[in-house]
């Protein structure tokens, strides 16, 4: 079974550019996840989709932040403009239940 | 607010010897709690898990134990092998919700030597 898939795996923008991430989930996981993990600390959810739903947005910094699950199957997560604090690892996870699969992150550093 | 902690950041044990992670939550209406594993430049991997029903859960060299009455949690590693030197997450989430959402502590790095 192929995991979760995520691209880029490293990007490195200055401040006040724009970036965006890739996620394909496992096939048939309705469940989406968008973390982001700074050094040091654990994931945070930053978006959840149930399809092409948003679920849960509570934590996401809808100003700067988006995202979008077109098809309720691959989703995208764009950060436009970049602040050096948005420098993290961004996780994208898959569920079908409540065991959640991750991809390998893509690590953002913002200049 | 953190709702999950794990307070030490870095565990050092010896080969073949046990290793035990601690967990702490606060709010009483997490009813299921994960274990994830990362290494360097990967995603985190689901480990083991268990419910709120049950005060032990045990898969292989790994075996969780709960104790509601503390809000606590701990991993329990026996032998310990120098290939489980990783960071350590636990989770926990709530039935309750219906979303599925998992709130993670901060981590903690856990070495073992040969």
């Known amino acids: 079974e192929a995991g979760v898939a995520q691209s880029p795996r490293y990007k490195i923008i200055e401040k006040r550019q724009s970036v965006a991430f890739w996620c394909n989930p496992i096939?048939?996981?309705?469940?989406l996840y968008w973390y982001q993990q700074i050094l040091g600390q654990g994931p945070k959810l930053l978006i959840q989709?149930?399809?092409?739903?948003?679920?849960?947005d509570s934590q996401l910094p809808k100003d700067r932040f988006s995202a979008e699950r077109l098809k309720g199957v691959d989703s995208t997560l764009k950060i436009q403009p970049a602040k050096l604090e948005d420098s993290a690892v961004y996780l994208c996870?898959?569920?079908?239940?409540?065991?959640?699969?991750f991809g390998p992150g893509t690590r953002l550093t913002v200049t | 607010d953190q709702q999950v902690k794990q307070n030490s950041p870095s565990l050092s044990v010896q080969e073949g010897r046990i290793s035990i992670l601690n967990c702490d939550y606060t709010?009483?209406?997490?009813?299921?709690f994960l274990w994830y594993k990362k290494y360097p430049a990967e995603g985190p991997t689901f480990l083991i898990s268990?419910?709120?029903?049950?005060d032990k859960n045990e898969d292989g060299r790994f075996t969780v134990f709960l104790n509601k009455s503390a809000k606590h949690l701990s991993l329990h590693i026996v032998p310990s092998q120098p290939g489980d030197s990783a960071v350590y997450f636990c989770?926990?989430?709530?039935?309750?919700?219906?979303?599925?959402?998992?709130?993670f502590g901060q981590g903690t790095t856990l070495q073992v030597k040969p």
């Open positions: 268990i419910s709120s029903i049950k």
């Open positions: 989709f149930q399809n092409n739903g948003v679920v849960d």
């Open positions: 989770a926990a989430g709530s039935g309750s919700s219906n979303t599925g959402k998992l709130i």
């Open positions: 996870a898959s569920s079908l239940a409540v065991k959640q699969y």
């Open positions: 709010n009483s209406m997490f009813d299921y």
């Open positions: 096939s048939g996981h309705a469940t």
